[in-house]
């Protein structure tokens, strides 16, 4: 089962390729994703990479967060789910 990471603290100039590198270090990518503002473009300053087991997210954790990559020290945790926005049905 995969394990998806949260990467936070990203310089506006970290790409999806570099996070996959980087992250590619510690075990087999599923997949990468840095969130982009929808108006510029730009990125927003944080991203999700998903490692293929739970090991591979534990030693993923343990090596990169508080890392510097492209001149940020860069944040990484285990993903929570994205909570379900309330709202009164009509």
């Known amino acids: 089962m995969s ?23 510690f ?3 599923e997949s990468v994703k840095v969130i982009m503002d929808r108006d510029t473009g730009s990125s927003k ?18 090596g990169t967060n508080g890392r510097e990559v492209d001149g940020r020290q860069i944040r990484v945790n285990e993903a929570m789910d994205k ?8």
Do not use: C, H, Q
């Not at 990203?10 to 570099?18: P, Q, V």
């Not at 909570?83 to 009509?90: E, F, K, N, T």
């Open 45 to 62: 300053g944080f991203g999700f990479v998903e490692m293929s087991t739970d090991e591979e997210a534990a030693a993923a954790i343990a």
């Open 3 to 25: 394990k998806k990471l949260y990467a936070g603290n990203l310089s506006y100039n970290t790409t999806e390729d570099s996070l996959r590198s980087l992250f590619s270090e």
């Open 27 to 29: 075990g087999t990518v």
């Open 83 to 90: 909570p379900r926005r309330g709202g009164s049905g009509w």
